[in-house]
């Protein structure tokens, strides 16, 4: 019987010094979870994201921290798994938010470029309609300018045709003059020769 009292007391001794190792094992595995839930809370960018797979993730902890002995193991895994989850999903969040924020400012760089165009447009629509004027403007100048050349000319030509016809009626009276003159010339004459 002694034997069977060594035995069983060995039993409870490796019982005894398992059972405190098996509990420190437990609470640094417990610890470990809580650790990083916290720093995922405390993290600047992501501790306000996935706030419901955080609080699976807590619940899965304390309910990891309650099991028994021999469910332990399933609760502390699911427990790693549900902060794994929150830290994806809050990773996840952020970066949707992220892709989002950049869609933004895409579609706000798109809208600016699109009124930067727009301005360019009328500008050069302004541009081509001050030109456009200048150009009218300019053609009615050379206009009346021809205009008044071809008037200026029309005078001058009238200038020129009543000087010619003037100077055609003297060259023609003093035609006629000289016509007469010898006409009374060789009257002369031929009195004289008489």
Do not use: C, W
């Not at 028994?68 to 830290?87: D, H, L, M, P, T």
């Amino acid at each position: 019987m002694s034997t069977a009292r060594t035995l069983l007391a060995a039993a409870v001794l490796a019982f005894a010094v398992a059972a405190p190792a098996h509990a420190q094992d437990r609470d640094a595995a417990l610890a470990t979870l809580r650790a990083d839930l916290v720093q995922l809370e405390s993290d600047a960018e992501l501790g306000s994201l996935a706030a419901y797979e955080r609080l699976q993730a807590r619940h899965a902890i304390d309910t990891a921290s309650q099991a028994r002995s021999s469910n332990f193991e399933g609760a502390r895994y699911v427990a790693e798994r549900r902060v794994q989850i929150a830290q994806v999903a809050a990773r996840t969040e952020a970066l949707q938010r992220e892709a989002d924020r950049l869609d933004r400012e895409r579609s706000e760089l798109i809208v600016e470029a699109s009124r930067r165009d727009a301005a360019a447009a009328r500008a050069e629509a302004e541009r081509l309609r001050i030109q456009a004027q200048i150009q009218a403007e300019e053609a009615a100048r050379l206009r009346a300018q021809t205009m008044t050349d071809a008037e200026t000319m029309a005078d001058v030509e009238r200038a020129l045709e009543g000087v010619a016809d003037a100077q055609a009626a003297k060259l023609r009276e003093a035609r006629r003059r000289e016509a007469e003159l010898k006409r009374l010339e060789e009257e002369l004459l031929r009195e004289s020769d008489d």
